[in-house]
């Protein structure tokens, strides 16, 4: 079974126009072009996961303001209802600024999403934040996957809000079983990452860190070091599509030096395990 834990989705009237933003502000704030390696909508998001052989792709929603969740979490779990039939589920949105974040997550639990998705940068605030600290301690004791954006965005990197020394801190305060960064532990932090949270019990997604026609990639061999050091059954196959295609992502994993064995868990039976397909 392949899961691809780590995916982007926007409504048919905007992907166009909201991706050619993107790429422009990674020109403007980088100085180098990422071009979406796909259109960004629901149906070819799907079309791409079959094509590719994914069972199943995880949609990850980001609500960037307090009104969004519930709009997004309706349309969602629509969505979740065909999952056999285009290959893709949807995880719950939430936004730190929400004062009713017991009634959203609880809502979240019994809609079946199974997680959630928080996004530091685009949400605006540090993950160590009491907002973010006491949405993860009631979605962990609910028994929901977190996953959260790590590391420097590309289109905002101008404040990382979600840097290794933010994860420790909040591991003072809270210890969340299932919570996952995504981009390796932190995309363009992975020196820091190896330094300082290798033996944190949580989860990596392997999520755009691989593309190599980007200036800023991991290697190879510090994919497959962090992994292994990491541990295999504590990583899981990702691509943050649209910004990476999942066929290409797949034969780049394929190709990095794992094992069959360590790609068998990476690509698909540590996801189904950690979210219970």
Known sequence: MIIDTHAHTFPD????????????EIVNSQGFVVKAARTGTVSDLSKASIEAGIDMTLVCPVATNVRQPEKINRLS?????DTEKHHLFSLGAIHPECTNYKEILDEIVAMDFKGIKLHPDYQNVDFDDERYIRIMDYAANKDLVIITHAGEDVGLPGTVHCTPDKVLNVWKHIQPEKLVLAHMGGWRKWDEVEEKLMELPVYFDTAVCGRKDIPVHISDEQLVRMIRNHGVERILFGTDSPWYDQQEALADLRNSGLTEEELELVLGENARKLFGF
Do not use: F, S
């Not at 009237?13 to 422009?24: F, G, T, W």
């Open 13 to 24: 009237h905007i992907a166009y126009n909201a991706l050619r933003k993107m790429e422009q």
């Open 77 to 81: 779990v629509e969505l979740n209802k």
